[in-house]
């Protein structure tokens, strides 16, 4: 069989020689793209070393000559002969370097690639603004070859500029010409190029590119598919790269895919596509599939090539589609995020994006519908990592889970099914403080608390700014001192022994704040600078709301270090437990907002667990008064339990109608005791708590609910902890001080009370 190619030597002036003049070309096969300023660098490193750098792929053009483009942006003098399929990248790079032109980058600009040289010791670098300054520099190498002056007066004004900043012997004058000189010479750089057939198909040579590169590292699968695409809808590739290159730059007119959260990739939105057109996530399996690879014969096709392009076709067009895509855009802004700044996975956007999409065009459901399905989704993905790791073959399950639903109703169900296994109880309860334990800077669970202050439109600690306006790089002042700050100063933590980046910038020792003018702390512990700021700063009114927004367990500025983090790691988590219940039910209670924030656990979830410092199960809220013998409602035990929670750091829950060996009792004898159904008892319970306790903790720090269980009624009664000591009335004018002790509660006496205020509350 006769070969497609031919191998052709080159010296790299010829090259770009053949360039310069428009004899080599650029099909559409590749993306005008270049590499990283670093790679270019390494790229002139490597050939002054002497290395052997790769070959080149062109191939005789067969085509209308108006089908190609050229590297540079000068006037070609001929139509070109010969394409560059592979090699473009390092041709790209040389031509540009070389003879001192500018290219297409990754933002769609016209770009110089400048890289400088040190002839002491030979070393290439990027320049900045040091190296521009530094005379030991050749800071841009361009100018050897394309500048106005010819090799020996370049030299020679190189070394007189060294002379001028220190002695240059003569030795060290002639290693610097022989650097120069061997730098110069690196135009005749040796080349070998293979050269394809002009009658190769353009499928053959896409295939060519394909293979030559599948062993390697530098492409991708996405490469290959937007390879076959220029082949046989270039059109549609051409769509991609424009609304990427649209989405970058803003227009002061309507109908621009432009915004401040999410730039795409032409290879992200080629996932988009494929996973709506085609229902797959691995590109890898797509290449086969597009080419019209018949599964059973394993023969390639054009009719079943077609009928996959016509999916693409289709899917594409409602992927770029603008409305489709600024409502996308609208509920990941519905989900507290405001920019890109806040993304931690680019998969995540890209794979909620089908996920929208499938919704829209599948089951027609509407933007308004769809809003807050999609949001809380992407709040769960983003805070889970759901597409981090083996992001592809996770999307490719939850694809078949999507392909179950009939109906726009299951489509919603399947969603949030997957939302409640992920988002369980031990994930907000466990998974999520140890999630928050870590130091990094860019992490998920960091904005996703940032989300839920938007979300629970919290303001920055100090301040009347709202946390939003903060965030969103479209509203954000220019200049502020609104920041995340710690709030045990670093300064203050080392005094005190504490060292170690890790320790040190801990998430959860940083708050969203405003320090007010002159009152920024350096070495002050938060027991002096946090209660004035506090008292000063933050209205009556506010303060509980705050503390809960900001994640500030009442008397934090006196516990150690570590046990701050602790309980503070559990307050984010309980925080941004609240902001996704606002996206799942439109409401959320929070302190100081007419509610508190509940954990809401169910009673099935309660028996899941032992008594302990923050669960307490009664079978009875009956008790008897100690002076007559007649029933008290609610007893005591009741009375004294919810107390203790209320004085505990961490508050807890309540069950009435349930044994201490977990078995559902239920309410029945309380009723007939009492003569109450179940709202009628509920009620009774709030007006005890509230004779016994005190209007302002009871209503600010309590809930009583009923539910069913087992077919009894259980009440529940959801505890946070207090902003002030309780104390509460068990007898007749008599008032106690109630705590937890592991699962039990315990009454102080005065000395162990003040104690242990002062200690809790700081009083």
């Known amino acids: 069989m006769k070969a497609l190619f031919r191998e052709v030597n080159y010296q790299l002036s010829k090259l770009l020689a053949e360039i310069e003049d428009g004899d080599i070309g650029l099909p559409e096969i590749q993306r005008p793209f270049v590499w990283s300023r670093t790679k270019v660098r390494d790229l002139f490193d490597s050939m002054y070393r002497g290395f052997p750098v790769g070959y080149f792929l062109f191939w005789e053009n067969p085509a209308n000559p108006a089908t190609t483009r050229q590297i540079g942006f000068n006037e070609k003098q001929q139509v070109a ?96 010409i022989e650097a120069i000189d061997r730098l110069y010479d690196l135009r005749d ?130 992927a770029l589609d603008l409305d489709n895509w600024h409502e996308f855009l609208g509920a990941l802004r519905h989900a507290g995020y405001r920019s890109g700044a806040m993304i931690t ?20 459901i509407s933007y308004t519908d769809l809003k807050p399905v999609i949001a809380r989704w992407f709040f769960m993905c983003s805070l889970t990592g759901r597409y981090t790791g083996s992001s592809e073959s996770r999307m490719e399950q939850d694809l078949r889970r999507f392909a179950e639903a009939r109906t726009g109703e299951e489509f919603i169900s399947i969603l949030d099914g997957v939302i409640n296994t992920q988002l369980t109880n031990d994930f907000w309860d466990v998974a999520l403080p140890d999630l928050l334990a870590t130091s990094a800077s860019y992490s998920p669970s960091l904005f996703a608390y940032h989300a839920s202050l938007t979300l629970l439109e919290a ?63 350096s070495t002050e512990s938060p027991l002096d600078y946090f ?44 925080v941004i437990k609240t902001a996704f219940e606002k996206l799942r039910t439109g409401t959320a209670a929070v302190p100081g907002s007419g509610e508190r924030a509940w954990t809401g656990h169910t009673v099935q979830e309660l028996l899941s667990q032992e008594e302990s410092f923050e669960v307490e199960f009664k079978q009875t809220g009956i008790g008897q008064r100690a002076d007559s013998g007649k029933a008290k409602f609610p007893s005591d035990a009741v009375i004294k339990t919810v107390a203790a929670f209320l004085n505990s750091g961490t508050g807890g829950t309540l069950a009435i109608g349930i044994t201490d060996d977990k078995r559902i009792l239920g309410l029945a004898s309380d009723f007939d005791a009492s003569g109450m159904d179940v709202d009628k008892y509920l009620n009774a319970v709030t007006s005890g708590l509230v004779s016994a306790c005190g209007a302002g903790p009871v209503t600010l ?34 008032e106690a001080f109630f705590v937890r002790a592991n699962n039990t509660t315990r009454q102080l006496g005065i000395s162990e009370a003040h104690e242990y205020i002062g200690t809790r509350w700081g009083a």
């Open 531 to 574: 209660p004035k700021l506090w008292e000063s700063y933050v209205p009556e009114e506010q303060q509980d709301k705050t503390r809960f927004l900001h994640g500030l367990p009442e008397g934090w500025e006196q516990l150690e270090y570590e046990e701050f983090l602790d309980r503070r790691r559990k307050h984010l988590a309980l």
């Open 345 to 364: 996975s680019r998969f995540t956007i890209v794979f909620s994006y089908i996920a929208f999409l499938i919704a829209k065009s599948d089951y027609d």
């Open 701 to 734: 720090h309590t809930r009583a609910r009923a539910e069913k269980a087992e077919g009894e009624w259980v009440v529940v009664i959801d505890v946070s902890p207090s902003s002030k000591p309780v104390f509460a009335r068990v007898t007749k004018n008599d």
């Open 459 to 521: 303001n920055v600690l100090f301040t009347s700014m709202p946390v939003s306006d903060l965030l969103d790089p479209s509203t954000k002042p220019k200049k502020t001192s609104a920041d995340r700050y710690q709030l045990f100063r670093r300064k203050y933590l080392e005094s005190t022994g504490i060292h170690g980046v890790s320790r040190l910038n801990q998430l959860a020792n940083y708050a969203i704040l405003e320090w007010p003018a002159g009152k920024k702390p």
């Open 189 to 318: 750089y040796p080349f070998t190029a293979l050269e394809l057939s002009a009658s190769a198909s353009e499928e053959e040579v896409a295939d060519i590119f394909v293979r030559i590169n599948s062993e390697g590292v530098e492409l991708k699968q996405a490469d290959f598919i937007l390879t076959l695409m220029s082949v046989h809808w270039d059109a549609g590739r051409q769509e991609l790269e424009q609304f990427c290159y649209s989405a970058r730059h803003p227009k002061t007119a309507s109908g621009t895919p432009y915004n401040n959260f999410f730039i795409p990739n032409p290879d992200e939105l080629l996932r988009v596509t494929v996973g709506l057109g085609l229902r797959r996530a691995r590109l890898q399996a797509v290449y086969p599939v597009l080419r019209g690879k018949e599964l059973d014969t394993g023969r390639i096709s054009p009719d079943a090539r077609e009928r996959q392009f016509d999916l693409l076709r289709a899917a594409q067009r409602e």
């Open 81 to 176: 002969r010969r394409l560059i399929v592979d090699g473009q990248q390092r041709l790209t790079s040389l031509y540009s370097v070389i003879k001192d032109r500018p290219v297409l980058d990754d933002e769609y600009q016209q770009s110089r690639l400048t890289i400088a040289f040190r002839p002491r010791d030979r070393r290439f670098a990027v320049p900045d603004a040091a190296i521009d300054k530094d005379p030991e520099y050749i800071s841009n190498i361009s100018h050897l070859w394309s500048g106005p002056k010819s090799r020996h007066r370049f030299q020679t004004e190189f070394i007189d500029r060294l002379r001028s900043s220190r002695d240059v012997s003569p030795a060290e004058e002639d290693h610097i």
